[in-house]
């Protein structure tokens, strides 16, 4: 994985494909795996917002980690012919090297798609695309559950996977019920810091990552930094802010690009008076299960709340 400097990651959030699914029962390989069966050509023509398929995509193109993510899932895996450079995610993705932060539209064209799946509009590239005649779906990074449940459906609706989509947004919900429903209730909420980078970069609770966390009823020490949401969700803290607001819980979403880790957060000087370090409650995440917003968010929100059922209520 890249090193992501603040501004990068915080355009990863935004655009990359912010950590979305595997059912408790079968586990991530499972809930990634390519459904059986698929919709119909009776489902087609299909239309999501102002894009029209007259028949299934067969070359589909997915500049977006996160969308690649819910291809697969879905079912539609085998249609999707190349993605992009981050798509790491199943491993048997067709990554390619097209750049979703720099997409190129001649790149793009030079693999034949009938669909492109993207996650932003970098260099206007919708326009570049359309005027190729190339069919193109924006799917911007989700603020909310409901954000990736509806790309999850358009994108099944686009594929020919409907019902496959369908499924998976239930199951998401089902596990997300289950992980929450049996939360022990405390006097005092207990409060936590994410780390997007060692440049102390965090994410505040009106971001979507942030969001996975309220389900976990835990407190964002980053909000205060950025209560106007001029910092569009991400502040860079400092370390006396950290230290000062004493969080119970570090949650390290730069174990992969940064190299860090409970041992070295430990090693931060005046942080040994923290709770969450006194208290062995560093958790390291994947950084790309934290920074995407597609069916593997449940793993995420499974992590979190799994820390959270160690501390006695």
């Known amino acids: 994985m890249f090193r992501r400097t603040p501004r990068i990651f ?6 990359a494909a912010l950590a979305l699914g595997a059912c408790a029962e ?5 809930a990634s795996a390519p459904a059986t069966g698929g919709t119909s050509a009776a489902a087609f023509p299909a239309t999501v917002g102002e894009l029209t398929l007259d028949k299934r995509p067969e070359k589909i193109v997915s500049l977006s980690p996160t969308a690649t993510e819910m291809l697969f899932a879905i079912g539609a895996g085998k249609q999707v012919t ?3 450079d981050n798509s790491n995610y199943p491993p048997d993705a067709p990554k390619s090297e097209l750049s979703g932060f720099q997409p ?6 030079g693999k034949s798609p009938d669909l492109v799946v993207l996650a932003n509009n970098t260099n206007k590239i919708v326009e570049q695309l359309t005027t190729l005649k190339i069919p193109v779906l924006l799917t911007p990074a989700a603020t909310t559950l409901e954000d990736s449940y509806r790309q999850i459906a358009d994108l099944g609706t686009l594929t020919g996977h409907a019902t496959e989509a ?9 596990d997300i019920a289950k992980l929450t429903k049996d939360l022990p209730q405390r006097p005092e909420k207990l409060t936590y810091y994410h780390e997007l980078g060692p440049e102390l970069y965090s994410a505040t609770s009106k971001t979507f990552i942030g969001s996975i966390y309220a389900l976990a009823g835990l407190e964002n ?5 950025d209560a106007d949401g001029r910092k569009g969700g991400y502040p860079q803290l400092s370390q006396e802010i950290i230290v000062k607001a004493n969080p119970d819980f570090v949650f390290l979403a730069d174990t992969k690009c940064c190299k860090q880790s409970p041992e070295t957060v430990k090693a931060r000087s005046g942080w040994a008076g923290v709770t969450a370090v006194k208290n062995n409650q560093i958790v390291a995440l994947d950084d790309d299960i934290a920074s995407r917003w597609g069916p593997r968010v449940v793993d995420l929100l499974r992590a979190v709340v799994d820390a959270v059922a160690k501390v006695p209520a």
């Not at 079968?26 to 499972?30: I, L, P, W």
Request: no cysteine.
């Open 10 to 15: 915080a355009t990863t959030l935004a655009v």
């Open 166 to 174: 369908a499924d998976v947004v239930t199951r998401m919900k089902d």
């Open 104 to 109: 190129n539209a001649e790149a793009i064209a």
């Open 26 to 30: 079968k586990g991530s390989d499972d």
């Open 221 to 225: 020490i980053a909000d205060a930094s």
């Open 82 to 84: 190349a993605a992009d």
